[in-house]
Nanobody, 128 residues
Framework: DVQLQASGGGLVQAGGSLRLSCAAS????????INWFRQAPGKEREGVSC????????YYADSVKDRFTIYSDNRNNTVHLQRNSLGPEDTAVYYC?????????????????????WGQGTLVTVSS
């Protein structure tokens, strides 16, 4: 069975840091890119970041560049999203998801219509 197990959400003060993790199983890790999407209250779900183990490529939305870092522990097919300098605008439910890895591993990253598998969400609340 395909599983994307997200963890690491919680409550943090503005300016703080949190690391989210997504453990993948049930599919060939190199054939997919692992994404993080988020959905804030009253807003549409948006792509935040992505990692493709096939070529080590990464993707970041403009809103999180220079604050978030995505990386993988390939030994156990887990992708981590380190988030620093958090602000109230980062409050959302964060979802990990898998998109197919193309010849450029992150080509389909951040595209909702290209998601093959979804994990459960994890709530992140940033207090001001």
């Amino acid at each position: 069975d395909v599983q994307l197990q997200a963890s690491g959400g919680g409550l943090v003060q503005a300016g703080g840091s949190l690391r989210l993790s997504c453990a993948a199983s049930g599919f060939i890790f190199d054939d997919y890119a692992i994404n993080w999407f988020r959905q804030a209250p009253g807003k549409e779900r948006e792509g935040v970041s992505c990692f493709a183990s096939r070529d080590g490529s990464t993707y970041y939305a403009d809103s999180v560049k220079d604050r978030f870092t995505i990386y993988s522990d390939n030994r156990n097919n887990t992708v981590h999203l380190q988030r620093n300098s958090l602000g109230p605008e980062d409050t959302a439910v964060y979802y990990c998801a898998a998109t197919r890895a193309s010849y450029i591993g992150t080509y389909y990253c951040g595209k909702l219509e290209r998601v093959y598998y979804w994990g459960q969400g994890t709530l992140v609340t940033v207090s001001s």
